[in-house]
């Protein structure tokens, strides 16, 4: 399958393996498209879970990770995509309506926005709070205090 | 009320007119209430008893549980899965230590990997049981929750007397078992299956053929095995609604694969049949615990792991299959001593997201019974 890929999409994708498992890193112009064709053609109809990673050091900061699994083929497959901070990305609720939640929660900790998302708002974190805390330059202790503050009533969350 | 209570997710077609001729009723429920098992807000739209859609707004429990572990060594990481789904803590610790052992490549010993088996799948009969006697209770059957109590304590007096602890259990250590099983540990869960075989007749009794619980769970909350793949719903709820499938099976891990088991399913997918399918898994459970104590080998129980654990540079993603489903694991290491970063794939979070669809053209009262069915825990869901 990943051969298959990689003849129709050529260098925007590169096919990985770690201990055993198969991943790909994708460039962001095909993420669309690939994950459509996952989906539709090569049957990775359960979509387990949507997550991202942060490099403050590189250029391109964040990796986007889709974990994929196929019923058909007991098959699972990572696909990885990495962009700069600011970028958006295109929503997969409509290929699988599981991503819902799953992106939300990648937008309120990374400040990743999803295009064509139904409902792009905070999950864990309360409306209206300031930072995105599973980023590398988020502090342990770091909180938004005015937020605290404002809605709590008290000096600190510590 | 703020906007929040716009419901847009899940283009469903709300259901023909309202029935009565007045304005959509929006209830909040919770946080804090006794129906949710934990912190859940559920905002309803009603048309009078009829719900239109629901939103569930999460996080109150939220800890920051995949922040904390990226400062925290691998090994110091570990007791802090078992606060995620405290009911079934030792299946999390199952996932985390199987996952840093993939990190490490290594494997641990055939003597952990049984007890492990055994004492994962006490959790899971443990973890139903606790479901069962709470879910029950939410419909208005108060006896099973005695009954439940009574027998998960055995279990609970397991654990303990193995690690001291009864809740958190911190069973596990990478690369295999701290502690050594005590004198007649065998013996002690063989009278325990002795004990527990008659008790799940004696909880299907109570409900199975019971009048009021089959008009209050049969046909309520509904789901499509189709509607469950395309919501990543995993875990009894999934079987209950025909699929067959589950990780031990799918893809084995422990050493799963040694033992005879079946994966019991359903056909409606109603409230009812997922009682059935956890009622049989816990037979099931049953089932693999006796052969595990039977054939349970001689030998060590830690692997070769070093004292500072140090996985090379990689990634991995490992699952399994705890109570409530798939509970997968996604981390990323940087060669040092710390996880670069630890995501957690959590089965209730994504279960919950199937609670809207579940609860479309239901009663308010039978909102609490596919709460209760889902067998959601918010310290998983927040995290």
Redesign the interface.
């Known amino acids: 399958m990943i051969a298959k890929l990689k003849g129709a999409y050529g260098s925007g994708i590169e096919p990985l393996t ?2 055993g ?1 198969n ?1 790909m890193v994708v460039d962001r112009s095909l993420i669309p498209e690939i994950l459509q064709v996952l989906r539709n053609e090569e049957q990775f ?5 949507i ?1 991202a ?1 942060h490099y403050p050091a590189r250029e391109k900061q964040f990796e986007v ?1 889709w ?1 994929l699994y196929s ?1 058909a083929r ?1 098959e ?1 497959i ?1 696909v990885k995509t990495q962009i700069v901070d600011g970028e958006s990305l295109p929503s997969s ?1 409509p290929i ?3 991503a ?3 992106e939300r929660e990648v937008y309120d ?1 990374f400040g990743i926005k999803f295009d064509g998302h ?2 792009m ?7 209206g709070w300031k930072g995105h ?2 980023r590398k330059d ?1 502090g ?1 202790l770091q909180q938004d205090n005015e937020w605290v503050q404002i809605n709590l009533g008290i000096e600190s969350g510590q | 009320m ?1 906007d ?1 209570n ?1 419901l ?4 469903l077609e709300t259901p023909e007119k309202p029935f009565l001729d007045a304005n959509e009723l929006v209830i909040n429920m919770g946080p804090q209430h006794p129906a949710t098992h934990g912190v859940l807000r559920v905002i309803l739209r009603l048309d009078g008893e009829k719900v239109l859609g629901l939103e569930c707004v ?2 109150y429990l ?1 800890r ?1 549980v ?3 572990g ?2 925290r060594t691998y090994t110091m990481f570990n007791p802090y899965v078992d606060r995620m789904d405290y009911v079934a803590a030792v299946s999390n610790g199952l996932g985390y230590c199987e996952t840093v052992e ?2 490490l ?1 290594v494997e641990a010993p055939p003597r952990a990997q049984h007890v492990r088996v055994i004492l994962t799948e006490l959790n899971r009969i443990a973890s139903h049981q606790l479901w069962l006697g709470t879910h029950a209770l939410d419909i208005g059957a108060i006896t099973p929750l005695f009954y439940t109590f009574r027998d998960r304590e055995e279990i609970l007096k397991i654990y303990e007397k193995y690690c001291g602890a009864r809740l958190t259990t911190h069973a596990f250590r990478i690369g295999g078992l701290q502690y050594e099983t005590y004198t007649g540990f065998e013996k002690e869960v063989q009278n325990f299956l002795t004990f527990f075989r008659p008790k799940i007749d004696e909880y299907e009794e109570l409900l199975t053929t019971n009048r009021i619980w089959v008009e209050r769970t049969r046909n309520v909350g509904t789901i499509s095995a189709q509607d469950c ?5 995993t875990g009894p709820v999934l079987r209950a609604s025909g ?1 067959k ?1 589950d990780l031990r099976k ?2 084995p891990y422990a050493n799963y694969k040694n033992f005879d088991f079946e994966i019991p399913t359903g056909q409606n997918g109603d409230t009812y049949d997922r009682y059935l399918v956890r009622m049989a898994e816990m037979r099931q459970s049953v089932r693999i615990i006796e052969q595990a104590v039977e054939a349970l080998p001689e030998g060590p129980i830690m692997a070769k792991v070093p004292k500072v654990i140090k996985p090379p540079v ?4 490992h ?1 399994i299959e705890a109570p409530k489903g ?1 509970l ?1 694991y ?1 981390i ?1 290491s940087d060669g040092s001593t710390q996880p ?2 630890v ?1 957690v ?1 959590p089965p209730s ?2 279960n ?2 199937a609670l809207d669809l579940m609860c479309r053209g239901q009663l308010v009262a039978d909102v609490i019974a596919v709460i209760g069915t889902l067998d959601i825990v918010l310290g998983e869901v ?2």
């Open positions: 770690y201990a498992q991943y109809d359960y979509c387990v879970d997550t990673l990770i974990v019923f007991n699972r990572r609720v699988w309506p599981a819902n939640w799953l900790m139904p409902d708002k905070r999950i864990l974190l309360p409306e805390p599973l988020y342990i | 703020t929040s716009t847009s997710h899940l283009d999460i996080g939220h920051g995949e922040k904390i990226e400062h993939k990190l490549n793949i395309a919501l990543g719903v699929v499938w799918a893809q990689g990634e991995v993603y699952s798939e997968g996604f990323v670069y970063r995501r794939r979070f994504v919950l997201q927040d995290r």
